[in-house]
């Protein structure tokens, strides 16, 4: 199934609660929130206090991106809170197959993504673990950039070894997608579509309801 998952991070912070309830009004099934701890990306974004505070505007998935060095240190912080999804950068953590557990005794769905210059092979040893990999089209850090093409092959690659292992895991795309590179990114074999400002620039609910035209599967 093809789902939409706005990232929070673009949203107008001092109507927040609005803003999540815009995007799941118009039919958004997940809310992707950004952890950023300024080291592992330069920016810091927001963190537990929030997440706990926008628990109660929606029912919707949370899809938690954790851009955090040492990931399993907060795994069962961001469970309490209510994440549904927590998916952290294999590059950030020593043993990935050691988070993967964690959230799984969580009792909650583990992602695991990779930076643009890490390779798709480099996830092989955890393709059988996960419920979603994420494959960041932009360097993590910031909203509001460019979609990398070679990014975009890297879904394929993904895809196909996914395929041949007899697995449907989710793949989500997550920086610079827009109305014009989103149909590349889903026939390239993507179903989980982050948008940040695609979704919060302009008229939430309006941009949420026309992305989710280009989802309806075919
Ligand atoms: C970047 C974040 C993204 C970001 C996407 O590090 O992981 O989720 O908010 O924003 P856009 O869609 O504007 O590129
Ligand atoms: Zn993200």
């Known amino acids: 199934m093809n789902i939409l998952s706005p990232s929070i991070l673009a949203a107008d912070f001092k109507n927040l ?6 995007v799941d009004d118009a039919g958004a099934q997940y809310v992707h929130i950004d952890v950023m701890d300024g080291v592992f990306v330069p920016s810091i974004s927001f963190g537990m206090p929030v997440i706990e505070s926008i628990r109660s505007a929606t029912g919707r998935v949370f899809d938690v991106h954790l851009m955090i060095v040492d990931p399993v240190r907060y795994v069962d912080e961001f469970v309490r809170l209510g994440a549904d999804i927590i998916t ?3 590059e950030a953590a020593d043993d ?86 989103i149909k590349e990114v889903l026939s390239a074999g993507a179903n989980v579509i982050v948008a940040g400002s695609a979704v919060f620039k302009g008229n939430t609910y309006e941009n949420t309801a026309q992305l989710l035209q280009y989802l309806i599967d075919k």
Not at 17 to 22: H, P, T
Not at 134 to 160: N, S
Request: some cysteine; overall charge negative.
């Open 96 to 181: 990935p197959g050691k988070v993967i557990d964690r959230i799984h005794e969580g009792g909650k769905k583990a992602g695991i993504t990779i930076k643009p210059a890490t390779p798709v092979s480099a996830l092989i040893p955890f393709l059988g673990e996960v419920e979603m990999v994420l494959i960041m089209t932009v360097e993590p850090g910031f909203g509001g950039q460019k979609i990398i093409p070679e990014c975009v092959e890297k879904v394929r690659q993904l895809r196909a070894l996914l395929t041949e292992r007899g697995l449907d895991t989710d793949i989500e795309v997550d920086g610079g997608i827009t109305k014009e590179n």
């Open 17 to 22: 609660g609005q803003e999540i309830r815009s």
């Open 88 to 90: 952290f950068h294999l």
